[in-house]
């Protein structure tokens, strides 16, 4: 399998130091509309990290309706989408800067910068703060979307990675990759609450449908692990495939991408049994569920591309051509109805 050539997830992080020139927001970034505005499904926003730009899928049509270009050297990775789609912010870890998109008129509000560099990047509930994970000075950067600014850095541990916001929005989780460990902080306080030792590595994670288990995707020791939020306790790990980088939720199943087999392995929800290995395309990464339930977006970084999962037959249904490093780590559909 060849390495991923800038893998901040299951490799060494990559920080292209003497690389990355400074850019002015308002000179240098562009958006381009490569297609009508008009949509008629909730929209897709995938990063291309090799690309430098984003792809906008309009779901209900399953194309690439418009695409967003950013400057040379940004190399968008993560990304959040709002719960209503007004929101997107996408991480940089090249430029080491957050963009602000707004996620309907499909235009640039703004880049912030925040930090050393990373690719977990999450929204408040009410869609006000924007929390990117920096990787190397081990803090997340908490940003007012209206003022463009950084308000706040929370201390975490070593290269914080994947995040996710509890349902009732009072909990940010982490996972901090060299730590081997998911750590909980109060939106209240700002400061960790607590923490679980999980598998090794843990990069993508997610919380449960019903708000009781957390997973964590853990690229070293190729299993998730489940966490028991009451109790904030390691339950159990489970085998997925080589390199699992992110999981996914759909009619009572977990979806885990495993980067090195191209595959999405599929547990059932209530044994945590693996019921099916689904072939996508190469290095699948990034996964997002359909405000529907019935579909799940799978980004593909070596093969360019988008597979599209129904989660009731377990079998992808469409192949949809994006950019150059198609990531999309973290939540890139409006959770809220189209």
Known sequence: MVSHPCNLGSGGPCRNDGLIQPYCAAILVAVFFIASPAWSGPLAFITNQKGNSISVIDTAKGVVVNTLALPPGAEPAGVAVSRDGSTVVVANPGSKQVTIIDGRGLRLIGNVPVGT????????RDGQYAFAADFYDRHIAVVDIKAKMVVRRIPVGNIPAGLAVSRDGHYLYVSNRDDNSVSEISLKTFAVTRTVAVGRHPFGIHLSEDGRQLYSANVE???????DLATFTLLQNIPVGDRPYAVGEAQHRLFVTNQYDASVA????????????????????????????????????????VSVIDAVDLKVVNTIPTGDGSRAFGEFIALGKP
């Not at 560099?117 to 408040?124: E, H, I, Q, T």
């Not at 020791?221 to 966490?227: A, C, E, T």
């Open 117 to 124: 560099g990373g690719v977990g990047v999450a929204l408040s």
């Open 221 to 227: 020791s190729n299993d998730i692990s489940v966490v």
């Open 266 to 305: 599929v547990l059932d929800g209530n044994t945590l049994t693996l019921m099916a290995s689904l072939k996508v395309g190469e290095y699948p990464e990034g996964i997002a569920t359909h405000p529907d339930g019935k579909q799940v977006y799978v980004a593909n970084w070596m093969s360019n591309t």
